[in-house]
């Protein structure tokens, strides 16, 4: 059914992100009020009315698409956290972020993107990065490769002899444990940074613009889509203690994306602990 699904509706799902985007973010961009922005839990920790409303805008039109699916969406899910657990159910799941990059958004930052992607199983079907202002669409499909705008996307592996370009967890998202883990990566032949938007910071692993990213938190709609897309350029990704980043979580932390497996391996030997 669902690869059927996929066969004929991959385009229809970018125009309900599209259509979401157009309604509900776009014209908020630079237009905010400040009562329609909101701590969720900290200073750190935004949402906005463009968040919420394209959320419910886009869990009607996903649904629709495909009957008997759900959604775990990231305002949902703080609003009832026990909706998270649809990740390890049978049904579809569609795993949204309305507006990644909430601080660049409330901040007439460009650097934004609504993400969405298709699971089953735990297992990543398709994805859609969608940067609205920047006129970029990202799609993967498993199995079936990764395009911007309809041209196919090759991560190639990092340049001999230059710095490793690595985009970690902002300071401001991380505990004392993960900032101890993350300064592994001031390193010599290390250029890292702290990350913005995580789903463009994927897009640029894709693109061969980033080598790799290493974070410190697990919450679904920030990874799924960008993982899918960096998989279906060539790269890979693994968690601390090797394994594969899970979307239900329990993931060993910190973990990287790259644009090759060396890359990773790299990358999560500078965040392990020393004997």
């Known amino acids: 059914m669902i690869d059927d699904f996929l066969a004929h509706h991959l385009t229809d799902v970018e125009e309900a992100v599209r259509q979401a985007a157009a309604a509900e973010i776009t014209p908020r961009f630079r237009q905010l009020a400040v009562d ?6 900290g200073p750190h920790d935004l949402v906005t ?7 419910k805008h886009l869990t009607g039109a996903l649904t629709a698409l495909l009957p008997g699916s759900v959604v775990v969406g990231e305002e949902a899910v703080h609003a ?12 579809p799941v569609w795993i949204v972020d309305p507006v990644d990059g909430t601080r660049q958004f409330v901040h007439g930052d460009p650097g934004f993107c609504t ?9 990543l079907l398709a994805s859609w990065t969608y940067a609205p202002v920047l006129g970029e669409m990202a799609v993967a499909v498993r199995g079936g490769g990764a395009f911007l705008d309809g041209t196919r996307l090759t991560a190639g592996s990092p340049t001999p002899g230059t710095d490793l370009r690595v985009a970690m967890s902002h300071p401001d998202y991380t505990t004392p444990d993960q900032k101890r883990a993350l300064l592994g990566l001031d390193s010599e032949g290390v250029a890292a940074r702290p990350c913005g938007s995580a789903g463009l910071e994927y897009l640029a692993i894709a693109r061969g613009a980033l080598d790799a990213v290493a974070f410190s938190w697990e919450s679904a709609w920030d990874h799924a889509a960008g993982l899918l897309l960096v998989a279906e350029a060539g790269g890979t990704h693994a968690t601390l203690d090797g394994t594969p980043f899970t979307l239900p979580g329990g993931n060993a932390m910190p973990f990287s994306a790259g644009r090759d497996s060396a890359t990773v391996e790299r990358v999560l030997g500078l965040l392990r602990p020393g004997p």
């Open 36 to 41: 329609e922005i909101v701590q969720k839990t």
């Open 49 to 55: 009315i463009a968040d919420q409303l394209a959320e």
């Open 80 to 91: 009832d956290p026990s909706t998270y657990g649809a990740l390890a159910g049978d049904a």
């Open 115 to 123: 993400l969405v992607a298709l699971a089953r199983h735990g297992e």
